[in-house]
């Protein structure tokens, strides 16, 4: 039963703001790194921001530095990205990702995916 349920995508203006949510059920939460990806139309899917177990580090693509934040709640085995400034560009299905690189092998599960479409 795990699950991981994308949240808070939606339509929204160039220079306008959304925070993506994404709940986790059935493994230990805290044991995973989680990332956010997103996949454009015939593009494929691209590393949008990750952060650590506890959240001590958080990395972005060159892109959205500055624009997203990743920040993730463990008590709530919820992650989220803050996403300010959006852009046409940026408009994609969002994917929340747990990966946990201290079992062999790696262990890795996706959610389904929001959309989000920024467009004025």
């Known amino acids: 039963q795990v699950q991981l349920v994308e949240s808070g995508g939606g339509l929204v203006q160039p220079g306008g703001s959304l925070r993506l949510s994404c709940a986790a059920s059935?493994?230990?939460?805290?044991?995973?790194?989680m990332n956010w990806y997103r996949q454009a139309p015939g593009k494929g899917r691209e590393l949008v921001a990750g952060i650590t177990t506890t959240g001590s580090i958080t990395n972005y693509r060159d892109s959205v530095k500055g624009r997203f934040t990743i920040s993730r709640d463990n008590a709530k085995n919820t992650v989220y990205l803050q996403m300010n400034s959006l852009e046409a560009e940026d408009t994609a299905v969002y994917y929340c990702?747990?990966?946990?690189?201290?079992?062999?092998?790696?262990?890795?599960?996706w959610g389904q995916g929001t959309q989000v479409t920024v467009s004025s």
């Open positions: 990702h747990a990966l946990n690189r201290g079992v062999f092998p790696p262990r890795a599960f």
């Open positions: 059935g493994f230990t939460f805290s044991a995973y790194a």
